[in-house]
């Protein structure tokens, strides 16, 4: 009996340790891509404004936007007309590191004061071109480019970010007693390269 349990043992630590490295073995490779990339994406822009929106209507029940998206090159790919219960908008972001002081953002979520973060509404579908995100999208791409694009998209959407170095997120915000997005007025979510997020408005 007891030689039955230390075999079970011995498999099921074998099984882990497999499950271990095949994890490891995993993120290294994926490390490599991201190395070779480096040089690869210095076309990228400093700056980018994967999205834009505006406010139509806004009342203390719920509010009504038009929110659109944009590749690398600003160019329009997708708009849609949303409403929301709540009166204040959250916009999340999920943020990879490339190399020092270059990182890249992808779209998550909206959510607002009246909806939690965990029920918001998911933003992948808006910008998903067959599994590549359509808001990396560029005339510099290469083959290495898309691919790597579309397999860290692709973990992001299956919430398999554990599998992803250095990833992290961040949110900006409308806080209505600070300074509220305005009925009419268009606003623009700025990338930095750097990793910060703002929302500004579009003059």
């Given at each position: 009996?007891?030689?039955?349990?230390?075999?079970?043992?011995?498999?099921?630590?074998?099984?882990?340790?497999?499950?271990?490295?095949?994890?490891?073995?995993?993120?290294?490779?994926?490390?490599?891509?991201?190395?070779?990339?480096?040089?690869?994406?210095?076309?990228?822009?400093?700056?980018?404004?994967?999205?834009?929106?505006?406010?139509?209507?806004?009342?203390?029940?719920?509010?009504?936007?038009?929110?659109?998206?944009?590749?690398?090159?600003?160019?329009?790919f997708y708009a849609d007309t949303l409403t929301l219960p709540g009166?204040?908008?959250?916009?999340?972001?999920?943020?990879?590191?490339?190399?020092?002081?270059?990182?890249?953002?992808?779209?998550?979520?909206?959510?607002?004061?009246?909806?939690?973060?965990?029920?918001?509404?998911?933003?992948?579908?808006?910008?998903?071109?067959?599994?590549?995100?359509?808001?990396?999208?560029?005339?510099?791409a290469d083959e290495e480019y898309i691919n790597l694009m579309t397999?860290?998209?692709?973990?992001?959407?299956?919430?398999?970010?554990?599998d992803i170095k250095g990833i992290y997120g961040s949110m900006v915000?409308?806080?209505?007693?600070?300074?509220?997005?305005?009925?009419?007025?268009?606003?623009?979510?700025?990338?930095?390269?750097?990793?910060?997020?703002?929302?500004?408005?579009?003059?």
């Amino acid at each position: 009996m007891k030689g039955k349990i230390l075999i079970i043992i011995l498999i099921i630590g074998a099984i882990a340790a497999a499950a271990y490295y095949g994890f490891d073995y995993l993120t290294k490779q994926q490390e490599k891509k991201i190395v070779k990339l480096e040089d690869k994406v210095e076309f990228l822009k400093r700056e980018t404004v994967p999205m834009r929106f505006k406010i139509l209507e806004k009342d203390t029940d719920q509010i009504t936007f038009v929110i659109k998206f944009y590749d690398q090159d600003t160019v329009e790919f997708y708009a849609d007309t949303l409403t929301l219960p709540g009166q204040e908008l959250s916009f999340d972001f999920n943020i990879v590191p490339i190399k020092k002081d270059l990182k890249i953002a992808f779209p998550t979520k909206i959510f607002t004061n009246k909806i939690p973060a965990k029920n918001g509404i998911v933003l992948f579908k808006y910008y998903d071109d067959h599994g590549f995100p359509q808001t990396m999208s560029t005339n510099g791409a290469d083959e290495e480019y898309i691919n790597l694009m579309t397999e860290l998209f692709g973990k992001i959407k299956n919430g398999r970010t554990e599998d992803i170095k250095g990833i992290y997120g961040s949110m900006v915000q409308d806080i209505a007693k600070l300074n509220e997005f305005q009925v009419n007025h268009i606003y623009k979510i700025v990338i930095h390269t750097k990793g910060g997020i703002e929302v500004t408005e579009d003059i």
